[in-house]
């Protein structure tokens, strides 16, 4: 069974200040691990993903197979990164493989 | 620009009602997908669809069908709804690949069961 855990439901920073949304998952074979986003009033929306390796809007997140887990981090806060962030992992390939489990969920709050 | 459009923003229902929820995209997506979405739990994954009339349960099938009679449409039904049914819905879609593609999804419905 494939599981993701976002320990922390809320975050709150300052602006400028350094974030980092922790995302740690269970699964044995190789996953695609993948950050959403969710701003106010907006869509749920793809914010970044491992295999493309790059940096969305500041943000960058590292796939560490040892530790199982697939951080989201930013140096420097802005007000507008407030939103509901979303891990999720796809373990499979093939039809079922395009389906994703998806973390809690952290509620990230820059306070200006 | 995908277009994901669910038909109802905000719906209320009774208990053993049979509620649809309908989910339209014009970009000819080959996977569909119906989420509830609820405070701490994240995204869960009802059922998911890769084709037409082809569907796959997902973590949470239980006390909901669908139906995908066409490539654009794909319709949760909550058989006889009940209180612990209340909740946003979200519909989804994508490409089917080898490697998974961004899902684009929709407004959502928030649902509630009286």
């Known amino acids: 069974a494939q599981r993701v855990t976002q320990p922390e439901k809320l975050l709150s920073v300052f602006k400028g200040a350094p974030v980092e949304l922790k995302c740690n998952y269970s699964y044995s074979g190789s996953p695609e691990l993948f950050w959403y986003v969710q701003y106010s009033r907006q869509r749920l929306q793809l914010l970044l993903r491992?295999?493309s390796r790059e940096s969305i809007k500041g943000f960058t997140a590292d796939l560490n197979k040892g530790e199982t887990s697939f951080h989201l981090k930013k140096p420097f806060a802005q007000e507008e990164d407030s939103a509901m962030y979303y891990c999720a992992l796809s373990g499979q390939r093939g039809a079922a493989g395009n389906k994703l489990t998806f973390g809690g969920g952290t509620r990230v709050l820059v306070k200006p | 620009d995908v277009k994901v459009t669910q038909s109802s923003r905000y719906l209320v229902k009774r208990t053993g009602e049979k509620v649809f929820l309908e989910c339209v995209q014009d970009m000819d997506h080959e996977n569909m997908f119906w989420y509830r979405q609820d405070p701490g739990l994240g995204l869960r994954l009802i059922y998911f669809?890769?084709?037409?009339?082809?569907?796959e349960k997902g973590d949470i099938p239980e006390g909901y069908s669908v139906s995908r009679e066409k490539k654009e449409r794909f319709s949760l039904i909550l058989e006889s709804a009940s209180t612990n049914q209340t909740s946003m819905y979200l519909c989804?879609?994508?490409?089917?690949?080898?490697?998974?593609?961004?899902?684009?999804f929709g407004d959502g419905t928030r649902l509630s069961i009286l």
């Open positions: 491992h295999i």
């Open positions: 989804a879609s994508s490409l089917r690949r080898i490697y998974n593609q961004p899902q684009h």
């Open positions: 669809s890769y084709d037409v009339k082809m569907k």
